[in-house]
């Protein structure tokens, strides 16, 4: 890459609980072409905006920056996993070409001919197919994995109904009254909220939030950072991210980033899931020590969606996927501390969380069907530098 004229903040791995969770992607402000400007009226292609992109060409930059996030949780790798470690102090040296982003382009290459040739295009071998978490894959196999204790993992794409189980009917009617029933949950039609937001992109930093919600599926969220506010933008239709350090500050969202904010957005208004989609099954699976019902839905031709209900009857987690130019990668919503608000139970804290990092929102109050302008679900158009 080449001709860095802008300035982003670097992610890393983390340690939790003993286990490495990588909240880590490139930085996305890379680069822009000498001479020219991305248009923020719409989505332009990955090339557009950075140097020398040679294999993920012909790509929106979200899914771009999405796709660095699977490069970055497939391997267990921060950004100088890949780029020179000059990047931590000189935005101009992920022009570097080191010998693993030659790798990279080498593996992305391999990986479209594997899918074109034997999978008809569908991306059935992705990054994590081989890497599993790990730089080097594996070439024998483990007898510590062969002789352990299995371990469900209920988040694949492709999923099976548990025996048994009971129908997705039942865990929606279980769930909706735990929420405090149909009748008050039909007179939600709008939701405001204050708090703290904490993330990645605020360097971890924790400033003022606001959140709007319209039913069925409107949703801005705007954090107010120390130089400039962060905010994500649904009006129903259509979607942005505004993150002003980015080579495209208020970025049109596209794909299945876009389908992929709607269903957040949806999210404030759950109960709405059941008739969104027309296929459900029931699983089971874990949260920590809690086993949860799994209530997976799906439409021809989408990635599903997934509920986990806990045995209250609350919605523990949300889980969609977003697809990118290596493979569909999990986004997830976690909720917890739910309280009453004009009769229904809402989550006080969601934490997000999918492969380029880590957020959380943590409200000091909501209120419900509180008047909200329409142009706020709009798109954003910031104040302050």
């Known amino acids: 890459m080449k001709d860095v004229k802008n300035r982003g903040s670097i992610r890393g791995r983390r340690l939790a609980g003993g286990a490495i969770a990588v909240a880590a992607s490139c930085l996305l ?18 090339e557009e905006v950075y140097s020398d992109v040679q294999v993920l060409k012909g790509i929106p930059v979200d899914e771009f920056n999405d796709t660095m996030g ?22 101009a ?5 080191t010998p693993r982003i030659q ?59 548990a025996v048994g189980a009971p129908t ?14 149909a009748d008050r949950l039909a007179a939600i039609t709008s939701i405001t909220g204050t708090g703290t937001y904490v993330g990645f992109d605020t360097a971890h930093a924790v400033v003022p939030m606001e959140f709007y919600a319209a039913r069925p599926n409107k949703r801005t969220i705007v954090a107010h950072g120390a130089l400039s506010d962060l905010i994500w933008a649904y009006d129903g239709t259509n979607g942005w991210k505004y993150q002003p350090d980015t080579p495209v500050p208020l970025l049109s969202l596209t794909g299945t980033s876009l389908t992929g904010i709607g269903l957040d957005a949806m999210a404030s208004f759950p ?6 989609f027309s296929e459900w099954q029931v699983g089971y699976g874990d949260i920590g020590d809690d086993q949860v019902e799994i209530l997976r839905g799906g439409n021809p ?41 004009s009769g229904v139970q809402m989550p006080f804290e969601v934490v997000l969380t999918w ?11 909501l209120e419900a069907n509180v008047a909200i302008d329409d142009a706020i679900f709009g798109r954003p158009q910031p104040d302050r530098p």
């Open 29 to 46: 402000a890379v680069a822009f072409l000498a001479g020219q400007k991305a248009s923020a009226q719409a989505q332009p292609m990955a």
């Open 70 to 91: 699977m490069f970055a949780s497939a391997l267990l790798l921060d950004c100088v996993g890949c780029h020179s470690p000059a990047i931590t102090h000189d935005p």
């Open 93 to 97: 040296a992920f022009a570097i070409p």
């Open 103 to 161: 790798r990279a382009r080498q593996m992305v290459v391999m990986m479209n001919g594997i899918n074109r040739t034997y999978f008809g295009g569908e991306q059935r071998v992705t990054c994590f197919t081989c890497h599993n978490g790990d730089y080097f894959p594996g070439q024998a196999p483990s007898l510590r994995l062969q002789y352990s204790e299995l371990v469900d993992d209920p988040h694949p794409l492709r999923f099976f109904a």
């Open 168 to 181: 997705a009917e039942e865990v929606f009617g279980r769930y909706t009254e735990a929420l405090g029933g």
């Open 271 to 276: 109960t709405q899931f059941q008739d969104a």
């Open 301 to 341: 031709g989408e990635h599903p969606v997934e509920l986990y209900i806990d045995d209250a009857g609350m919605l523990r987690r949300f889980l969609r996927w977003t697809d990118t130019g290596a493979g569909p990668v999990p986004v997830r919503m976690d909720f917890s501390d739910y309280r009453e608000v």
């Open 355 to 365: 492969t380029n990092g880590q957020s959380t929102l943590q409200f000091d109050q």
